[in-house]
């Protein structure tokens, strides 16, 4: 997981001028096609079928997956979003920005956590430190602040 440092350069960097909601070399069949492998890998790492939210429009949010909680360890529904931009995910328990750093780590159970960690990574996927994102968004594009957050910038609708 990308944090600190690391992770805000990371966002910083990909952060671009012109359209909030697509990079300039976006390519969604190729990013739906990574998504869906990421649901059929969740589906079967969790023995379970996954709510799949994928008519995301006007967003800078790719899609967005739910884990019942039924199917985890810990109890929890996990929620899984990825972005348009860099392959960007946030992940945890129940819903974005609902627990602080210390919550999500009493929240999302390890195993659990290492599952999804671990599918999002073997397919390239670049986990964010979700908690740490929803600060005030100070970014280049200046058409969405102040109202908006990082989390809000890459992983919500615009």
């Known amino acids: 997981m990308l944090t ?33 492998a990421l649901a059929a890998r969740l589906d079967t ?8 939210d994928l008519w995301v429009q006007d967003a ?3 899609a967005r997956l739910d884990i019942p909680e039924a199917a985890t360890r810990g109890g929890e529904k996990i929620y ?11 992940a945890g328990p129940c819903n974005p920005d609902a627990y602080d750093s210390e919550e999500r780590d009493v929240y999302f159970e390890a195993e659990d956590r290492r599952l ?17 994102i929803w600060e005030p968004y100070d970014g280049i594009n200046t058409a969405l602040r102040p109202e908006i957050t990082w989390g809000g910038r ?5």
């Open 4 to 36: 600190g440092e690391a992770m805000w350069r990371l966002l910083r960097a990909v952060d671009e001028p012109g359209n909030p909601e697509i990079p300039h070399d976006y390519d969604h069949d190729a990013t739906r096609c990574r998504f869906l």
């Open 45 to 52: 790492d969790f023995g379970c079928r996954t709510d799949r």
């Open 60 to 62: 800078a949010l790719h």
């Open 80 to 90: 899984v979003a990825v972005s348009n931009f860099a392959s960007l995910a946030i």
């Open 116 to 132: 999804v960690e671990t599918a999002l990574a073997d397919l390239g996927y670049r986990l964010v430190d979700e908690p740490k």
């Open 154 to 158: 890459f992983f919500d609708y615009l």
